[in-house]
C-alpha cells in the first residue's frame, strides 16, 4: 500500500504558529505538515546516513543518572546530538527553526521553554522504543516533544509508526519525510518496529531544570 496522508490527530501547516498553539492546548498533540522542508528532509537525511555509515551514532539509552541504562530489547535507535561537532550544516538550520518555534510556543502558551535539545535517531529494521513518557521521573524539564521524519518514500506496510496513547485511545502516525509530529511530553508513546530502516530527528523543548 502507498503511503497516505492520513492522520487521526490535527494537521496544521508549518509556520502556522497560532494552529499549533491551539492543537496543542486542546488536543495535545498535532501533525506539521511540512516540516522540514522538502530540501532540508534531503539534506537532514543524507547527513543521517553519512553519520551512519561512518559508525558516528551511538546506542541510546533509557532513564538518566543512576537509573541510565543500555536496554536495547526496550529502545533500538542508534543518536546522535544535532549541536555535535560531527553533524553536517544542515543542522544549524534545523536546530535554528525548532528555536523560532520554542519562541512561537512560548508567546502564545507561556509556557517558559528555555531551550531545546534535538538528535537524530535511526531504527535499524526490526527495533522499535516500548511505551514511554519523554518526561523523566525525577525532572519535568520536557514540556513538548517534536519528532521530525526524514524517510523517504515509507511505506505504512513497512510499520514503524509512532503509537501516542491518548485519553480516547491510541492513534498510530506513519513516519512520512517531511512531517513532525509536536505532542505534550507526559504523553505515553511507543515507536512500532518497522521492517526497514526509520530515520527521524527527536527534539524536546525544555523548562530550565
Ligand atoms: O521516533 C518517534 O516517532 C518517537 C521517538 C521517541 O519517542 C523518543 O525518542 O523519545
Ligand atoms: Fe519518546
Known amino acids: 500500500m502507498p503511503c497516505s496522508d492520513f492522520s487521526p490527530i490535527p494537521d496544521i501547516a508549518t509556520g502556522d504558529h497560532d ?42 539509552a533509557t532513564g538518566r543518572g543512576e537509573g541510565r541504562a543500555l536496554q536495547p530489547t526496550l529502545r533500538g ?53 516500548a511505551r514511554h513518557r519523554d518526561r523523566f521521573r525525577d525532572s519535568d524539564a520536557r514540556v513538548i516533544s517534536l519528532v521530525a521524519y526524514l524517510n523517504d518514500d515509507w511505506n505504512i506496510d513497512d510499520g514503524g509508526a509512532l503509537r501516542l496513547h491518548l485519553d480516547g485511545g491510541a492513534i498510530d502516525i506513519p513516519p512520512l519525510g517531511g512531517t513532525a509530529v509536536c505532542f505534550r511530553s507526559e504523553i505515553e508513546h511507543e515507536v512500532l518496529p518497522a521492517a526497514c530502516e526509520r530515520l527521524s530527528i527527536a527534539a524536546w523543548f525544555r523548562r530550565r531544570p
Do not use: K, M, Q
Request: a negative charge; proline letters at 3%; hydrophobic letters at 45%.
Open 77 to 129: 535507535d542508534r543518536t546522535l546530538w544535532l549541536d555535535d561537532a560531527r553533524c553536517g550544516a544542515a543542522t544549524g538550520a534545523f536546530l535554528a527553526s525548532l528555536d523560532a518555534l520554542r519562541v512561537a510556543l512560548n508567546e502564545r502558551l507561556f509556557l517558559g521553554l528555555a531551550e531545546v535539545e534535538a538528535h537524530y535517531a535511526r531504527y535499524a529494521p526490526g527495533t522499535g522504543y
Open 19 to 60: 494552529a499549533l498553539a491551539d492543537a496543542l492546548a486542546t488536543r495535545g498533540t498535532c501533525r506539521i505538515l511540512g516540516l522540514p522542508d522538502a530540501d532540508s528532509t534531503h539534506a537532514l537525511r543524507e547527513d543521517l546516513l553519512r553519520l551512519t555509515d561512518a559508525g558516528e551514532l551511538s546506542p541510546a
